[in-house]
Every structure is written in structure tokens, then in C-alpha cells.
């Protein structure tokens, strides 16, 4: 049974930093592409960062692109999301997620969820 547990939310102010972590078990996590996905209240689940499963190629929603960086560790088996400059547009849960990089931008083909993690940030 796959497991992803997401930490590291919070509030924050705007123009503050996060770094949300994901713990994987019950996969081989380094063989598979993972990503973050958020949602806002009252809007649907957008796919924000994947990283492919060496690490070596990633991909970026423009609305996040060079404020957040997405990283793994294959022998902790973790997920991170480094999050800065953030704004009160980044408010969500935030979604750790196992999907292949060349589907991020949908929720179609996720094949397993994490819990969620809340940041809101404040102006």
C-alpha cells in the first residue's frame, strides 16, 4: 500500500520561505516520477512541480517558476518542495503526489495522493 506523508506547511507572511517534505513507503520510490499538485479553495487541483525519478529533469508551472524548486532524496525516499517569495496567491493545500513528469499538468493520471499540507500566506 502506497503511502505519502506530506510536512511542513504553515502560515506565513508574504515574501516568506517553506519547505514542504513528502516521505514515501510501500513504493519503489526512485523509480518513479513524483510531483506537487496544490489546491486553492474553491479551485481545482493544479499540478505545480514534478521532478523525474533521477532527479534530473523537472518541470515548473509558470506560476511558480524561479520562486520554487522541487528536489528528492532517492535513499530517504523524500520529496521536497523549497518554496520562497511566497504570496498570498500560494495559498492551498499542497499535495505531495507519485505521477509520471509528462502528465504534471493533470490529476488524471496521479497514481497515489498524499494527505495534504496547508500554507497560507498573509499580506
Known amino acids: 500500500q502506497v503511502q505519502l506523508v506530506e510536512s511542513g506547511g504553515g502560515s506565513v507572511q508574504s515574501g516568506g520561505s517553506l519547505r514542504l517534505t513528502c516521505i514515501a513507503s510501500?513504493?519503489?520510490?526512485?523509480?518513479?516520477?513524483m510531483g506537487w499538485f496544490r489546491q486553492a479553495p474553491g479551485k481545482e487541483r493544479e499540478g505545480i512541480s514534478c521532478?523525474?525519478?533521477?532527479?534530473?529533469?523537472?518541470y515548473y508551472a509558470d506560476s511558480v517558476k524561479g520562486r520554487f524548486t522541487i528536489s528528492r532524496d532517492n535513499a530517504k525516499n523524500t520529496l521536497y518542495l523549497q518554496m520562497s517569495s511566497l504570496q498570498p496567491e500560494d495559498t492551498a493545500t499542497y499535495y505531495c503526489?507519485?505521477?509520471?513528469?509528462?502528465?504534471?499538468?493533470?490529476?488524471?493520471?496521479?497514481?497515489?495522493w498524499g494527505q495534504g499540507t496547508r500554507v497560507t500566506v498573509s499580506s
Open positions: 510501500g513504493l519503489q520510490f526512485d523509480a518513479y516520477d
Open positions: 521532478i523525474k525519478w533521477k532527479g534530473d529533469s523537472t
Open positions: 503526489a507519485s505521477v509520471p513528469l509528462e502528465s504534471c499538468t493533470t490529476t488524471e493520471w496521479v497514481r497515489a
